[in-house]
């Protein structure tokens, strides 16, 4: 049995491109506050530090009205957010008081939940653990989410730039200054051709990157600051489905074990939105062993269980999708979340607990805190390192830092599998994260050896599974044929190599042709797993991706 190690096969991060040294051109956009990415962290500090900025103006405080900009690869707000959905509404009613309940973005209540422990041919019911209690929370869709946010943050004035990817930040000595943004129309040789347009400098007093999970310009930042954390973060992938559904769902059910090898963590979802659509995904750790494992086909098989199969049938898929989620916990947080005019927010830092699969209260709440330690460096005039630490003591008396000291460990556990883990893990809550002391350590998911094996392929129905392919269609993805490639592949790709690459993307990206590895960059819809495990992800002109409109 041949064995593949990830990592050597990796290339390094281009830092030099994504850390320019030189400050924004002459006709750079000037703000005070630039934050790249639109998903709920993003929007969550732009609307709060729009409303510290009219605070203060209303009480004489601030005679200038706070410049904000927020950048985003998507064409349009939501295109390129994907989530399970349950979500806690804690961030949304601290940040927006006055709306009730019922006219927040959600689709329903959680009517109900079950887990299940998944044999092949059999679903058990076991007790919910209690880090997966969902009471008094609500189903949704992330991108309903953040084209809500994105009413809000325009009518506070704020400035919504979508289809702008952002490609590097623009530094001086260790101050970032701003950022500077794709071109576009380049042609698949990388030459300008007719319809190019030239990149766009942003300068700013405060960067804010709230890129989501595996953050470029975070890792880069992280990288050129050298940055560390006690363990590496650790990534998921997790490929989700929308189905329209004739048979409605009642509760919000989450599964264990199968379909997932025992030495894999994972498991699935399947939550109602409403009674006419449900929601249903496979999250899969990628510090997996295996190198046929192939998330993707996985959730294929999935839908075939007694348990998933009579909510689909008759149904029709309505979206696909696929995303990573960064599940180191607690001790992954980087060392410092700021820098001199930079603060780093939500998923880019790993504010995620994975025994709750619950990451969108966490990434707003640390925007919220974000925004209020920007406005007062600016209020003072400094926007130094030191003077945005403050972020940092916010966060770290916050529940983000306290619910995720308390599930530590727990993701940790199961490095030793699924028996083990899930053991230790049930000694984790009853004795609120004490059990077992100290820090469990971690390898990056790159350094995790994967052993080869003779996985038996799905041929998918088009009827209750589907082609990698046929799925990329459903995700909306509009890319231009004609792109260049946006994926950075390393050195030494062996035909297995490649073979490992066709599993780990769950859009076809890669393909082993004759023994050699032969990249569909069109097919890319940004989910970052070939960026933990192989190939590296670039940013490509704006509009370029998926189109989710459900997920
Ligand atoms: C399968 C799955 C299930 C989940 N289930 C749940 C759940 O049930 N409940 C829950 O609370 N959480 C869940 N999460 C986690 C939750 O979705 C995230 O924690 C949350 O979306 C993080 O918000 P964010 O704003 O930090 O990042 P994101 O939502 O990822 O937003 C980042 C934004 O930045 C943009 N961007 C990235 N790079 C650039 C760039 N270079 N230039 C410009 N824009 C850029 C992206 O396009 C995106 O719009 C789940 C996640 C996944 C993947
Ligand atoms: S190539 Fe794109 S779609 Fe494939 S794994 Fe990498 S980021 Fe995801």
Not at 66 to 77: G, Q
Not at 297 to 320: C, D, I, S, V
């Amino acid at each position: 049995m041949s064995t593949i190690l990830p990592v050597r096969h990796q290339p390094p991060l281009p830092l030099d491109r994504l850390i320019r040294r030189e400050p924004p051109g002459a006709e750079a956009i000037e703000m005070d506050v630039l934050i790249v990415g639109a998903g709920p962290a993003g929007l969550a500090c732009a609307i709060e530090l729009s409303r510290l900025g009219r605070q203060a103006q209303e009480s004489g405080g601030s005679p200038a009205e706070l410049s904000i900009a927020v950048l985003e690869k998507a064409e349009s707000l939501g295109e390129h957010s994907l989530s399970g959905a349950v979500v806690n509404p804690r961030a949304f009613r601290e940040l927006f008081p006055e709306v009730a309940a019922g006219d927040l973005p959600f689709r329903q209540p959680v009517p109900g939940e079950a887990v299940y422990l998944l044999t092949e041919g059999r679903a058990q019911r076991i007790p919910t653990p209690p880090t997966m209690h969902n009471k008094s929370f609500y189903t949704a869709s992330l991108c309903e989410i953040v084209r809500w946010l994105g009413e809000r943050a325009e009518a506070a004035g704020i400035n919504l730039f979508t289809g702008f990817p952002v490609d590097a930040l623009l530094v001086e000595g260790d101050v970032v200054k701003g950022a500077r943004t794709t071109p576009s129309g380049l042609n698949r040789d990388g030459s300008p051709g007719s319809n190019y347009t030239e990149p766009t400098d942003v300068s700013a007093r405060i960067t804010v990157l709230a890129e989501g999970s595996r953050g470029l310009l975070t890792q880069a930042y992280r990288g050129w600051q050298k940055i560390g954390s006690p363990n590496p973060q650790l990534y998921a992938l997790g490929v989700k489905e929308v189905w329209e559904t004739k048979r409605p769902l009642d509760k919000v059910v989450h599964t264990l074990g199968w379909p997932l090898p025992t030495d894999a963590f994972g498991g699935s979802f399947m939550y109602p939105l409403g009674p006419t659509q449900i929601a249903l995904g496979l999250v899969v750790g990628l510090d997996y062993h295996e190198a046929n494992l192939d998330v993707h086909q996985l959730l294929q098989r999935m839908k075939l269980h007694t348990l998933f199969r009579p909510y689909l049938e008759g149904g029709q898929l309505l979206e696909w999708g696929a995303k990573t989620i960064p599940e180191g916990g607690y001790y992954s947080f980087p060392e410092r979340r700021f820098g001199d005019g930079l603060l780093m927010v939500g998923d880019a830092v790993g504010f995620v607990d994975v025994p709750s699969l619950k990451g969108i209260h966490y990434a707003m709440e640390s925007g919220i805190l974000a925004a209020r330690a920007a406005f007062e460096a600016l209020q003072k005039g400094d926007t130094s390192g030191p003077a945005l630490a403050s972020y940092d003591r916010m966060v770290d008396q916050s529940y983000i830092a306290s619910d995720l000291y308390r599930t530590r460990n727990m993701r940790l556990a199961f490095k030793d599998g699924f028996f083990l883990g899930g053991a230790k893990a049930g000694l984790m809550t009853l004795t609120g994260g004490r059990f077992p002391g100290g820090r469990i350590t971690m390898p990056s998911d790159a350094a995790v050896a994967r052993h080869r094996n003779g996985a038996t392929p799905l041929s998918p129905d088009n009827v209750l599974t589907f082609s990698k392919l046929d799925a990329v269609f459903k995700s909306g993805n509009a890319t231009r044929d004609t792109i260049p490639s946006h994926l950075l592949t390393g050195p030494d790709i062996t035909p297995e190599v490649a073979q490992f690459y066709t599993h780990v993307c769950p859009a076809g990206v890669y393909e082993e042709v004759d023994g050699q590895l032969r990249v569909n960059p069109a097919n890319c819809v940004d989910c970052k797993a070939t960026d933990v495990l192989g190939p590296r992800w670039t940013p490509r002109e704006g509009g370029s991706g998926p189109k989710y409109r459900l997920m």
